[in-house]
């Protein structure tokens, strides 16, 4: 990315304006950094997928038997880890505090990141997309965000 930018630069082509990587609460490694910190100084538009871990962090998949629920559910024994079910049960306690989903903590803990300009997340219904929506209104206190950084590292 830096290299293209320079090129861009050089030869007065059009540069990335934004770029779209998989980053969410339990994949944060590919993205945070040097990543993060080149799209903060060139002021480059991140759009995260997978914002929601294939719905991992919306706590719909708690073990191997909620595999079942949906087509991604095999996808799900990745994440079903210490760390996966620690970050889970930092979205459900943040969720029963605010009272709200932990899919819209997990979003606005995506939308709190100073480098993100909005994450992706799909609905299959107008229940789901109303509360996707409504995490766009849930801020999160430092202290809730610390939480989720602890957890999630």
Known sequence: MTEALAVSAQHAYPRYETLQ???????RSTYEGPLEELCVREQIGVIT??????????????SE???????RGPGMQKYMN??????????DGLALRYGVTPAQVALAWLIAR????????????????????????LKLDTDAMQALDRASA
């Open 82 to 91: 210490p760390r996966g079910m620690r970050i889970l049960g930092t979205l």
């Open 21 to 27: 990587p998989p980053y969410n609460l339990y994949d």
């Open 114 to 137: 100073p480098s993100v300009t909005a994450p992706i997340a799909s609905a299959t219904s107008t229940d789901q997309l109303d509360e996707l929506i409504a995490a766009t209104r």
């Open 65 to 71: 038997a909620d595999f079942a629920k949906s087509q």
């Open 49 to 62: 997928y997978f914002s929601l871990a294939a719905g991992f962090l919306t706590g719909k998949y708690r």
